[in-house]
């Protein structure tokens, strides 16, 4: 029981902190390699929920393949040192800079709050309706059964978004086609 | 078992910081990175409701989100690529020949 919540603030703690220098670091490329750690962190917490395919997925795709993608365009563009001219921004930049910072921080207290208010009643009603059997969650057979059977049409559709997403990305980055 | 509500602050929080950096970056890369973590915190929010009504579907939307996220990097760096070729920088605030 501790150690399921040490665990959990563990890699939470781990995922905010990668998270936020993500946003805060003006080197994309530390950008790219800190958002890996916060995926990482994210596919230990989905091993706590019993999810363990999730987790191989978040690791596979995400920190595998989209990642390699970012990097690839950071040094392609050789985009290492951002924000140089962010002194040569206008002046009045620093006014909705501050004003997108300061909404942030209202969401981040928004959310946090409603779910606080929220939890108190329905995360006991959540808990107590269902009996969460974690070890059939894990079962990937079942979770294919889903894929191909109750999600099908959605999985087909994924296929025509990958198409899409494909030929999109080549004719834009094309110089001429 | 660590209780719902503590993935659904963890999300929030992990959202809020995603927004964050859409709004405070001047780098059309790393807002691009910020919807990664965006999309990352609705996925730990879709596992956790999952594992708690003890069903498999919250994996399989995660599955999806996962799916669109590709497309979305892919498309999302061409466009960068492309933008860079025009203007050679990465700032959005320069990109403005459609603002009217």
Redesign the interface.
């Known amino acids: 029981m501790a150690t399921d919540l040490l665990l959990f603030y563990l890699f939470g703690g781990v995922a905010v902190l990668a998270s936020l220098l993500v946003v805060l670091r003006r080197n994309p490329m530390h950008s790219v390699l800190l958002l890996i750690v916060s995926f990482a962190a994210l596919a230990a917490l989905y091993i706590t929920l019993g999810s363990p395919f999730a987790a191989v997925i978040q690791i596979i795709i995400y920190a595998g393949a989209i990642m390699v993608l970012f990097l690839f365009v950071v040094m392609l563009l050789n985009a290492h040192k951002e924000d140089e001219d962010l002194a040569a921004a206008p002046k009045g930049a620093a006014g909705p800079l501050r004003a997108g910072a300061l909404l942030g921080v209202v969401l981040a207290v928004e959310l946090v709050w409603a779910l606080v208010k929220a939890g108190g009643t329905r995360d006991g009603a959540l808990a107590a309706g269902a009996s969460p059997d974690v070890t059939a969650l894990g079962d990937v057979r079942e979770l294919g059964r889903l894929l191909f059977t109750d999600y099908a049409f959605a999985f087909e559709v994924t296929s025509i978004l990958i198409i899409v997403a494909m030929v999109g990305a080549v004719v834009l980055a094309k110089r001429e086609i | ?10 999300s ?10 859409v ?5 059309v ?2 807002m ?3 919807i ?2 965006m999309l ?1 915190a609705v ?2 929010a879709f ?2 409701f ?11 939307i ?3 989100v ?10 999302g ?6 933008l ?2 025009h203007r050679e ?3 959005p ?1 320069t990109f403005t020949s459609l603002k009217w």
């Open positions: 078992m660590v209780p719902l509500g503590h993935y659904l602050i963890l929030a929080i992990l959202f809020a910081t995603g927004t964050l950096g709004f405070l970056r001047r780098n890369i790393t691009l990175l910020s990664e973590v990352n996925n730990l596992i956790a999952g594992r708690t009504i003890g069903s498999a579907d919250g994996q399989v995660m599955f999806f996962v799916t669109v996220a590709a497309a979305e990097a892919a498309v760096l061409a466009l960068v690529i492309a860079f070729r920088t990465l700032n605030d």
